[in-house]
């Protein structure tokens, strides 16, 4: 699942693509009618069950349906980066615009939204909605995991065309070597440095590529020719 959606965002050639791959991917994993990723004030061009004409109609309003969605994106940061809309907003739920301009013309009964950010900088939004029934602490423990993936993804995305050689020709010696599972003090006994300098490089590389760990680089190096 998780290779699938990084490898979705190496190989699309549009965002369109990537999108429709990671959501019917997402779907597989955690059912949903309508399946889509927002950013800004704007759902993504890969949307999974969302009817065009809808989507016209509400176009310029994702920043009022953003306001109100407020309370649920601040539940979801205290549980996991996800949260359901209907399990928060409560009996205010009906009355609000999205639920009346978007999500009651699709039948709609409920959506769980999940925060995709890669370390403090928030990339995306994911929306799973369903036309019936609820979601279970299953379904939100499902999307949650797979929220750091998405993250990876979303960033991969967002380089494409970007010039890999921003990294130096060590720095891209480096990043091979932790595609291989090098730990630093391997690295250190390839470069013929001290771990002490490997550990610098890797936070070095890590800040360049806007990665929050070693695992977060080497995802996001994926489809790219760094040797």
């Known amino acids: 699942m ?8 190496h190989a699309a050639r549009a965002l369109e693509d990537y999108e429709h791959e990671a959501l019917s991917a997402l779907r597989s ?15 993504g061009p890969g949307a999974v ?6 989507m016209r109609r509400t176009v310029g309003g994702w920043r009022w349906y953003a306001a109100e969605l407020a309370p649920v994106f601040d539940d979801a940061r205290l549980n996991g980066g996800v949260s359901v809309d209907a ?9 609000t615009r999205v639920y009346r301009e978007f999500i009651r013309p699709h039948g709609g009964r409920c959506t769980m939204l999940g925060i995709v950010s890669l370390g403090a900088e928030r ?23 797979l929220l750091p993936t998405l993250a990876v993804a979303e960033a991969a995305v967002r380089r494409k065309g970007e010039v890999w050689v921003k990294l130096t020709a060590r720095e891209r010696e480096l990043l091979v070597y932790l595609r291989l599972g090098y730990t630093n003090g391997q690295v250190a006994l390839a470069f013929g440095t001290s771990v002490n300098t490997v550990r610098n490089q ?6 360049k590529l806007g990665a929050a760990n070693r695992a977060e680089a080497v995802a996001l190096s994926l489809g790219h020719e760094i040797a």
Do not use: E, N
């Open 202 to 207: 890797v936070r070095t590389v890590l800040s």
């Open 2 to 9: 998780s290779h699938a959606i990084v490898a979705a965002a």
């Open 49 to 54: 069950g969302v009817d065009p004409r809808i």
């Open 123 to 145: 990339l995306a939004t994911i929306a799973v909605g369903r036309l019936r029934g609820s979601f279970s602490d299953r379904d939100r423990r499902a999307l949650g995991s």
């Open 87 to 95: 399990a928060v907003l409560r009996d205010a739920f009906a009355a």
């Open 29 to 43: 994993a955690v059912a949903g009618d309508v399946l889509f990723l927002c950013r800004g004030a704007a759902v």
